[in-house]
Structures are given as C-alpha cells and as structure tokens.
C-alpha cells in the first residue's frame, strides 16, 4: 500500500510540473474539475446529464487548456523537451488525447447507425430524447477510455502503474481543486505562469 501511495503521488507530480504551467490552464482544469465533480453526483440520479456534463464542459475545458494555453516548446524548469514529456506520460499524450477527443466528436454518428444504440435504448423522438442517448453514449465512451488506457499501462508497464493511473484520473478532481483554486486570482494580478521564469514555446 505504501508502494501504491507513493507511486500516485510521483504521477500526480509529474502531471502537474510537466502539464501545467499556464495559470489560464490551471484556471480551466479548476472549472473542469468543479464540473467533473457536480458529474460525479449527478451520475447516481441522472447518468445521461452526468455524460453531457462530463464532456460538454469538464472534458472540453480540461483539454482546451492543454491544447491552447500549455507552452509546447523547451521546458526550461524541468530541463526537458516537449518531446521527451510526450514520450514518458503515463496516461493520455497531446496525441493520444486527440483521438480520444476525435471518437468523443464522431460518436454520435452511431445514434443514426443504430438509433437503439445496441437495443439499450428506444429510439429517439426528438432533440431532448437524442441529447440523453447521447449522454449515455459518451458516459460509456468515459468508462471505455478509462479502463482501455489501465489495461493498456498493464501490459506496457505493470499492473501497479495502471491500478495507479485509473485512480489518479478518478480522483484528479478532487485534487485539482485542492491545487489550482487559487489560479483565477494569480490570473488577475498577470501572473500567467506558476515558475519564476517563465516557460518558452
């Protein structure tokens, strides 16, 4: 068990000194996991909302601040190449992220290949009906992204680095918030990044 805390622990550090330097990043993971939270609740009374909320907001403010806002060149903090981090994240890369987010964009292209998605459902007579399908669909995409990428780490580094992610990403919520609820006010007195000298690219 000792093992298994200090090996979250040396994940989370890592995500956070190579993934977010930016205060605006920052800022949008503390809305991302302020919404992931709220989703968590909702789940157990109404999953389809929590699939919607989940995606619609935490997920796009979450990758949004990876894509737009986190510098992409030489990390001078770190000594270390955008590189050589790509190559050593344990979960989801800027690449592997962007398929990811690629399916989530495509997936409702099955509700009108099979409107009953697998005869889980009945098809959808309207906007609001076909909203909560695919609040479902993509609460399952959440689920099959989790445990392919645990799976994965399984057979790509052992089952103690999986174990560990799965529950990192299942937590990061609660620990994103304990980390960046103080951003939006570093944001509002111009300090736009967390280091004292500020990373390039």
């Known amino acids: 068990m000792c093992g298994f805390r200090e090996t979250l622990k040396v994940q989370r550090w ?4 190579y993934y977010h330097h930016s205060r605006i990043n920052q800022s949008l993971h503390l809305v991302s996991a302020s919404s992931f939270v709220c989703a968590y609740v ?7 909302m929590a699939g919607l909320l989940g995606w619609l907001v935490a997920m796009t403010t979450r990758q949004a601040g990876h894509l737009f806002f986190e510098p992409k060149g030489y990390d001078v903090i770190n000594d270390a190449t955008h590189e050589y981090k790509e190559a050593i994240k344990v979960g989801y890369n ?9 399916i989530w964009a495509l997936s409702p292209l099955l509700l009108w290949v099979d409107p009953t998605m697998l005869h889980t459902v009945k098809p959808a007579r309207n906007f609001p009906e076909f909203s909560r399908h695919v609040g479902y669909l993509w609460l399952a995409l959440g689920g099959a992204g989790l445990a392919f990428r645990t799976v994965q780490l399984f ?7 999986g174990l560990v992610w799965a529950t990192k990403i299942l937590t990061d919520p609660f620990h994103d918030i304990k980390l ?3 951003a939006p006010g570093y944001l509002l007195r111009g300090e736009f990044f967390d280091t004292a000298e500020a990373p390039t690219g």
């Open 94 to 102: 800027l690449h592997r992220k962007i398929v990811l987010l690629a």
């Open 180 to 182: 960046y609820y103080r």
């Open 155 to 161: 057979f790509v580094r052992d089952l103690m680095t």
């Open 42 to 48: 909702t789940a157990f009374r109404d999953p389809a």
């Open 14 to 17: 890592d995500d956070h000194r």
